[in-house]
């Protein structure tokens, strides 16, 4: 069997020299994820790596051929007396990136994570305490292999819950999907879409690409003014995130208006057959007889089915919105390692007293 060669990439110069090919592993994939594209991880690096942080991505080559990258980065973080070093994965947590995974051909998967495993408990690596992976796609076969391999060393290891997903599975036949959701959501969207139009001039507008980006602008003002959790993360990222995609960005942005003004808009990200809800910001005191939010889902839920995509992904959240249109959803999860260092363990046997501390209270 041919020998996995790994090269650590910790400078922004070097990453680049991987732009051509890192989408096209991605895609050549056993779950290719936005979240996961070069431009979205470069983005979020230049908006959120801060001083404290470095790159550590690990470029996997056999014969010279790239056959995965471990999206990495090394952070100094503090607890108690206590500084250590965390290898977290870029895209978390700001920006809310979801199914985040090592990327590698299909079929490479164990052979990866093994070598993966290897190089970060020799010598080659850095000193690092521990590894904490969030948001982690739970049917990850990296994961899979890489806690086969942590078992079979005898480490201490935990995985949680990160995040629940849910999702629309759809077809270009919209009338079969809407069939099987509750006879209450039907009729709930469908007397609101009557009074809608009945009582308002109102329009549902699609921005695809650039004008989408160009869009982007009006779309956090009236966010940041209507939403509970205003913030300038998620502007910083998308803008950054589309001057690097250049003249076409996978962004889609819908908005709502009725009376002449904005009532209602979700921002999309586009990949591949999967539209991936990002966000939405609704003017409650519009109607409030009306449920906008959920109107505006409903419309942009039946225009991707005629589009052709087969999954409408609501993201990570509990908003009892997303289960009214969700048929499925997945899991991402949350994985931590502890290293063999004094330090490692010495946060290992404190993470071990605060869950028996929580089983003797709970």
Known sequence: MTQIQIAPITTTENWQKLESGWNTLLASSAAPSFFLT??????????????????????????????????????RKKAGPLCYNEIKFLGAPQAGSDYLDVIMKKGREKTVAEACYQYLTGPAAPKWDTLSLTDIFAGSLFLLHFINCIQQQGQYFKTAPSAFCPAAEITPDFDTYFAELSKWRKKKFRQDLRVLYRDHKAAHLTFEGKPAADHLSAFFDFYNQKSPWPGQGPQKILNKYSALCGENPPVQLDILEADGKIAAGLLHL??????????????????PRLSLGNLLVGMCVKNAAEAGYITYDFLKGHEDYKFHWANTGRRTLKLQLWNKRPVSRALALANLGKNAGKIVLR
Do not use: G, H
Request: charged share 25%; hydrophobic share 45%.
């Open 38 to 75: 070069y431009e979205w991880l470069r983005a979020w690096e230049e908006c959120f790596l801060s001083s404290n942080q470095r790159l550590y991505i690990l470029a996997f080559y056999e014969k010279q051929s790239l056959v995965a990258a471990a999206p990495f980065y090394l952070t």
């Open 270 to 287: 586009r990949y591949k057959k999967s539209l991936y809800m990002y966000q939405m910001a609704v003017d409650r005191e519009f109607n």
